[in-house]
């Protein structure tokens, strides 16, 4: 019973979260409420389209989630209930300002992608090097959302391996990617949100019924780790989309560019993340309640995570709800992915045209940059599965740390009071550098207390670096 009172508890501190801290996030930025947004100033058909504001949640929503709030979040109860803390916490008051806040800068710049707002925060060097990170980063995510759900489509469904459904999903991101937003993705969303509706509410409905006591250990300050992986930093990479993701700043422009009513900013972008950080929620109770359970121990349980993820989600959703039940709760789970990975083709079609300045009104200059990336995206699948998804995992908080940088700078810039992005932006700029000092299986492999030391400096440096170069109006940089 206190399990269950924990879980609805964290869920409540989501949505007092989204009700108090987004507005006051809002009057910090000062949004203009009556701004002309970019679809009604300048629709074009293909990217700037006018959509209903449900359309454009569900759209938002079903972009971020893909399958770090699942898989980040079973793999990140291995630490123990502290991923609940930073699921909760790390949502509120770090990954949703995030969202809201990128994409108020976004909607004020006429729907500008991430770089450009990168770069008249920090500079033209950051400008350009948030050109090549996102676009890297934006394969990656087009790699890992295609085999991750081709995978779990084949376990389903076994008549077809899963290279055969790898060209079928990716046949279906390359449409998405060309064709006018509201042709496919407008049109599709709402049946994929029905199956990722099915797949969360189904988990919630049946985890006190599945005869094993939910959240059966509250120790929230001890590592439980089954191999003792330290909680700092790994944790805070772990578990990224939920708390706190990069990618979703390269998601908003999107979405701002058919958003008619600049009222309706937070419903869509801090809403959608307190949304997704629900399901992470929901995800990590899962594997804190089932842990011992799915895999008969937790050593094993972290074996199949890291090795295998899909298998993880599908032993999961079938111990809850059947054979019958697990089959269209995968299915929820193949949606986050795809609904992620379709995306993320169409905005680094969107980056690179903005790179080499190609307007995208006509279906052949679409196809001339679509064409190149896809051919980028079977190169790189290529590649071991387990090492693309690390370095995505930290390369995606390294974004989160530089856009929180940019709407720090953003912020002080119009004298606002930039705390609230200028300390998760600390904290965030400590944790990866740390990471890559640190991390075991894919970084330097320093120790623990050294590495920690060289994220301390370099968010110092950082912060040093901020206060001299980002001034308020008016007054000059040193």
Not at 39 to 57: E, M, N, Q, R
Not at 190 to 217: N, R
Not at 452 to 464: K, Q
Request: charged share 10%; glycine share 10%; net charge positive.
């Amino acid at each position: 019973m206190l399990g269950i009172l924990v879980f609805i508890l964290c869920l409540v501190l989501l949505v007092l979260g989204y009700v108090f801290y987004g507005r006051f996030a809002q009057r910090v930025y000062g949004l203009d409420e009556n701004m002309v947004m970019p679809c009604v100033k300048s629709p074009d058909g293909v990217d700037y389209v006018a959509l209903p504001t449900w359309k454009i949640f569900l759209i938002q929503l079903l972009n971020i989630a893909g399958l770090g709030p699942v898989v980040g979040a079973i793999s990140g109860c291995l630490f123990g209930p502290v991923a609940l803390l930073w699921i909760v916490l790390g949502c509120v008051l770090a990954g949703a300002l995030h969202d809201f806040l990128a994409a108020l800068m976004s909607a004020d710049r006429g729907g500008s992608n991430l770089p450009e707002l990168v770069g008249e925060n920090l500079g033209e060097a950051a400008r350009h090097a948030m050109r090549f990170v996102c676009i890297f980063l934006l394969l990656m995510v087009g790699v890992v959302f295609t085999l991750l759900p081709a995978g779990m489509l084949s376990g389903i469904w076994g008549g077809l391996t899963t290279m055969q459904w790898s060209i079928i999903i990716l046949s279906y991101y390359f449409l998405a990617t060309i064709l006018p937003i509201g042709a496919i993705i407008g049109r599709i969303y709402p049946i994929f949100g029905a199956v990722f509706l099915f797949m969360a509410v189904g988990l919630v409905m049946t985890l006190p019924f599945c005869g094993h006591p939910v959240l059966p250990q509250l120790d929230f300050f001890t590592n439980m780790h089954p191999v003792g992986t330290s909680i700092w930093p790994m944790l805070f990479v772990t578990i990224a989309c939920g708390a706190i993701s990069g990618f979703h700043a390269t998601q908003s422009p999107m979405m701002v560019r058919c958003l008619p009513d600049a009222r309706n900013l937070r419903r869509v972008f801090y809403g959608a993340m307190v949304v997704e950080g629900m399901v992470a929620l929901v995800w990590a109770v899962v594997g804190l309640t089932l842990r011992d359970v799915l895999m008969n121990d937790t050593q094993s349980l972290s074996q199949l995570t890291v090795a295998n993820p899909s298998a993880a989600v599908r032993a999961a959703c079938n111990f809850l709800l059947g054979d019958a039940g697990g089959s269209v709760a995968v299915l929820g789970v193949v949606v986050l992915a795809i609904t992620s990975g379709d995306t993320a083709m169409r905005s680094c079609r969107l980056m690179l045209a903005d790179v080499i300045h190609v307007k995208q009104v006509r279906i052949v200059s679409r196809l001339a940059l679509a064409v190149p990336l896809f051919v980028l995206v079977i190169i790189i699948s290529q590649l071991d599965f387990s090492v693309i998804w690390r370095y995505f995992g930290w390369g995606n908080q390294t974004l989160a740390c530089i856009t929180l940088w940019s709407i720090a700078a953003c912020l002080r810039r119009a004298g606002r009071w930039y705390i609230i992005a200028f300390i998760p932006a600390v904290f965030m700029s400590c944790m990866c550098a740390t990471f890559l000092f640190y991390a075991p299986e894919c970084g330097i492999k320093l120790s623990l207390t050294c590495a920690t030391g060289i994220g301390l400096a370099v968010a110092a440096v950082c912060s040093l670096a901020f206060f001299r170069l980002v001034k308020v109006r008016g007054q000059k940089a040193e």
